[in-house]
T-cell receptor, first 116, second 115 residues
Framework: GENVEQHPSTLSVQEGDSAVIKCTYS??????FPWYKQELGKRPQLIID?????GEKKDQRIAVTLNKTAKHFSLHITETQPEDSAVYFC???????????????FGSGTQLTVLP | EAQVTQNPRYLITVTGKKLTVTCSQN?????MSWYRQDPGLGLRQIYY???????DKGDVPEGYKVSRKEKRNFPLILESPSPNQTSLYFC??????????????FGPGTRLLVL
């Protein structure tokens, strides 16, 4: 099955700096890569996702890049703010049309702390 | 309001006492899933369902059961809970678009403590 590794596990940045979180995946059939943000005591919420036919996607201060050859994808947050402090999870999913398990496999999470 | 609901939100029980955590969504989603979240391990899938009467095991199915008799509901059943099932549980649902996973919407979570 799919294996997703996420680094770093903790990340502290100064307000206004950029933060980068990296993930690698093992299954070349995976074609959907979402990122979720989970604030303390709350449910995970999708912040951005990328599909395998795209190399980069941006939404205001958040961007995700995908390198299918190397099987890794990254989350970039620019001009960080204290409210960006949360746990961030990457995930990878195989297409539903495949015969194998159709599920999201999550990374272990990154605790991002933005220091004022 | 489009949402995924779970009940109960908090539960303390004892080893061996059967329990059910309910999950319901009002978005007409085909796909529903259960995850458990443990520190340092991220979210691990327990079971998922592609549609009514179609369920399959995720990564950590041992000790759990599910059913999908109606499209909107996907209960998680612990027939004989054990302390290692103490965890935070999330239900999630999504549309099922051909060829791609679709955005999963998570419920608020159920914190379970098994003594």
């Amino acid at each position: 099955g799919e294996n997703v590794e996420q680094h770093p596990s903790t990340l502290s940045v100064q307000e206004g700096d950029s933060a980068v979180i990296k993930c690698t995946y093992s299954d070349s059939a995976s074609n959907y890569f979402p990122w979720y943000k989970q604030e303390l005591g709350k449910r995970p919420q999708l912040i951005i996702d990328i599909r395998s036919n795209v190399g980069e996607k941006k939404d205001q201060r958040i961007a995700v890049t995908l390198n299918k050859t190397a099987k890794h994808f990254s989350l970039h947050i620019t001009e960080t703010q204290p409210e960006d402090s949360a746990v961030y999870f990457c995930a990878a999913s195989q297409p539903f049309s495949s015969g194998s398990a159709r599920q999201l496999t999550f990374g272990s999470g990154t605790q991002l702390t933005v220091l004022p | 309001e489009a949402q995924v609901t779970q009940n109960p939100r908090y539960l303390i029980t004892v080893t061996g006492k059967k329990l059910t955590v309910t999950c319901s969504q009002n978005m007409n989603h085909e796909y529903m899933s259960w995850y458990r979240q443990d520190p340092g391990l991220g979210l691990r899938q327990i079971y998922y369902s592609m549609n009514v009467e179609v369920t399959d095991k995720g990564d950590v199915p041992e000790g759990y059961k599910v059913s999908r008799k109606e499209k909107r509901n996907f209960p998680l059943i612990l027939e004989s809970p054990s302390p290692n099932q103490t965890s935070l549980y999330f239900c999630a649902s999504s549309l099922r678009l051909a060829g791609y996973q679709e955005t999963q919407y998570f419920g608020p979570g159920t914190r379970l403590l098994v003594l």
